[in-house]
């Protein structure tokens, strides 16, 4: 029969990201697309130990229908673990989700109607416009530089636009893997609070950091600090400290937030899994994550660093990009007039993938951008992979030349 | 500050349901209001023992980002199990979720557009009908008595409403406990194809039956045996075979419509906990599932029985109920006139509770109902409940003589 779809599922696709992954699979196309955290670091040994003291502690009661708003002594751990972010909260200011994503979904349903308008850096997480679309919001990109959003810009906008929230990855985004200065963190705060806007943080990637010394307060915690009363959301994820697999993320919002989510979390799957909030619960007891994340974190600056350095001494015209401070991403700017999506085509004939930077754009623009991650290839294929980039860089100079003398 | 949440998020609150649970945790109340199965009975040992394999066998990768669609291995399972009951697809038509209250939110994400007509059973399912409500859907009552769908209303009202979808329980209904005959079956499957419209089917308890020799096809099955393409969305879950802690349903439908919910899901929350799904497919390999649901049905019958038969030792008068076939609930019919929510006030003073009938109501009447569940008090308990209830009744029956005489 034909199938009559609503209006969202229609217009909704899937993910560019998911797509190169789909086509590079099992092919020997080196993907430096994907945002993977490196299989070879998860603590296998210690996360198949928790799952066992679950069952082994917890009785049938583990495998009964467990809280909307997640499993308690998990939730009082993070209360501790905020803390020492200097977020201040009890366990009701805590709902756990089925990772990051989730609480985007969530914490959207819960504040979009149709038209509101949402206030985003350019570039932005990618997954985050589509669920924002998906709601048929009003997206308006900020003007955004390499210390985070520019202030003017953001006032401006706030004010022709009230929207319902700003979102913001102030720390090693997704996908400029970029670190905002405390200057633009504090205006950021203090603007939406003048202008009585949420803002919605997401910090993913906050606690990769290769330098231990380096210290980026959330937007939450300054809000805190100034005796803000709930103008930020906060929400991370164990997918890239412990690993994407346990599917646990989690919000940090006001009560009253926090309560309609849960509904709306109700409403939408009952609760995420509970055996995996009990084994990260566990987990979180005998496991050194502080030491782990460490140790984690030194071998992806390696990596980032290893790159960089192959990429340098291809000396490409024309190309720049930023030195990662943490997280997982680089950003790489190609020559004004580049397509990256064009040469995206090439790479993939040449053996690899990244994503092309304009899906990161509300507007689609940054077009001569591309995000390529530094932390899932496997540090010995690095070399192949500059390579096969570096042939791909030529065909489209290439092709490039022939179409404009045409 | 002042937060402004969404429509949806502004009318939609906690379930009434989970209200009860929240009023009668810890209080000595006993309730026989929740959808609980019995903890007693969940296999402990077994999934503990999947789990253990899962990360004995599965190396990294169980820890890495998974399909959205899930873990190929379950869904092949799931493919040879769903033949056994008549249903024949391929892995493509099936979509793994956390568990059916995800299913049926995705379902009615990629369908409903606001003010689209859903059809449904009265009663009906109370979180299906929220998860409605909070797409803005139009949802119609069906005319509905003990053998299922009226043929002659649901005619009329494809024809008024054309709606999008019809959602029904065929079998072991939530919260009527009831069946459909095979006549209103087929009737419900020609009658929706003939106006083009899908139907939802949810089947949670069809495999909870209380006489092994019993077979009730599902309208996803009868729909195949016609040569339908496509007319049936079929969902069902492990919650009440396996346990509901490994949070995991499943959509079966044509391709089009798994990889829309895909894309939704995508944006929803990339995908369900892999480490459940990878523990559910290797439970399925060496664990008896079907012995075990006969085990369980076995035991809920009982109860069943034993719960009746305190009920009818109390002759009520004007109190009627059905016995059930299977699945977890009995559906109690009070006098014309009785308002079960106000006789839920006086249970819960007493020390029992119930769901009051109402709220299974797209249109809120019936209160003359109430749903009471059979699987999850333990048995040595009844009698104490339904002295609980007869005592609320007495006092409900006092208090409305003393008003109608005033």
Excluded at 93 to 109: A, E
Excluded at 162 to 189: C, D, H, L
């Amino acid at each position: 029969m034909e199938y009559k779809f609503s209006t969202i599922a229609r217009t909704q696709d899937s993910s560019t990201v998911r797509e190169i992954l789909k086509l590079t699979q099992g092919t020997g196309v080196l993907s430096l697309a994907g945002g993977l955290p490196a299989d070879a670091f998860f603590p296998v040994e210690a996360v198949a130990k928790a799952y066992e003291q679950v069952f082994r502690l917890g009785g049938t009661t583990v495998l009964q229908y467990g809280l909307t708003e997640g499993y308690i002594p998990l939730r009082e751990r993070l209360t501790a673990m905020m803390a020492s972010q200097g977020i201040s909260v009890t366990r009701d200011n805590i709902i756990m989700t089925t990772g990051s994503q989730q609480t985007i979904d969530l914490v959207s349903r819960v504040l979009l109607d149709p038209q509101n308008t949402v206030l985003v850096e350019s570039p932005t997480y990618l997954a985050a416009l589509q669920v924002f679309k998906s709601y048929d919001a009003n997206i308006v990109s900020v003007n955004t530089d390499t210390s985070g959003m520019q202030l003017d810009d953001l006032e401006a906008k706030l004010k022709e636009h009230q929207p319902k929230f700003v979102y913001v990855i102030p720390t090693f985004s997704n996908p400029a893997g970029g670190v905002w200065s405390m200057e633009r963190r504090t205006g950021v705060v203090e603007l939406c609070r003048k202008y009585g806007v949420l803002i919605f943080e997401d910090d993913p990637y906050g606690r990769l950091k290769f330098d231990e010394n380096l210290n980026f307060p959330s937007l939450f915690s300054i809000d805190q600090q100034q005796g803000g009363d709930g103008h930020v959301m906060y929400t991370s994820t164990f997918s890239k400290t412990v690993a994407p697999g346990v599917r646990s993320g989690w919000l940090v919002a006001n009560q009253t937030i926090v309560r309609k989510v849960a509904n709306a979390k109700q409403s939408a799957d009952l609760h995420s899994s509970s055996i995996d909030q009990r084994a990260l619960s566990e987990l979180l007891d005998f496991f050194d994550l502080d030491g782990h994340i460490r140790t984690v974190s030194t071998e992806y600056h390696a990596r980032m660093l290893r790159l960089t350095s192959l990429m340098k001494e291809r000396q490409w015209e024309g190309i720049s990009w930023n030195e990662a401070l943490g997280g997982m991403f680089m950003w790489v700017t190609l020559p004004e007039g580049f397509r990256s999506n064009q040469l995206l085509e090439l790479a993939i004939q040449e053996g690899v993938a990244f994503v092309p930077g304009q899906v990161f754009y509300a507007d689609l623009s940054g077009s001569n951008h591309m995000r390529i991650n530094f932390t899932h290839t496997d540090p010995s294929l690095l070399p192949e992979a500059v390579e096969r980039l570096d042939r791909a860089l030529k065909k489209y100079a290439e092709e490039s030349l022939v179409k404009s003398v045409r």
